[in-house]
């Protein structure tokens, strides 16, 4: 089944494939929009909360730490 919101976890590893220096850094530069959007309101889509805001509760800091993590952590 799919999921209602992308998988933040995957956020910009398609990115990596652009050969475009300018554009790779304009794609992440999305890629990082969208997950600070995503982390700080939250996903929502027809009013079911896919994840809940994460503003005033993680510290900016936090939350890119916890992206880099998982973004780094082996894989099985």
């Known amino acids: 089944s799919r999921s209602p919101a992308p998988d933040l976890r995957r956020m910009g590893l398609g ?3 652009v050969s475009d220096t ?4 304009r794609c992440m530069a999305d890629a990082d ?11 929502q889509k027809f ?5 809940p805001p994460w503003e005033g509760v993680l510290a900016p ?6 992206r880099t993590f998982v973004e780094n952590a082996p894989k099985d």
Not at 47 to 51: A, P
Request: hydrophobic share 55%; with cysteine.
């Open 15 to 17: 990115c990596r494939r």
């Open 61 to 66: 800091e936090l939350a890119w730490a916890v």
């Open 22 to 25: 300018a554009l790779r850094a």
């Open 33 to 43: 929009a969208f997950f600070v959007k995503s982390v700080r309101y939250g996903k």
């Open 47 to 51: 009013g079911i909360v896919h994840m």
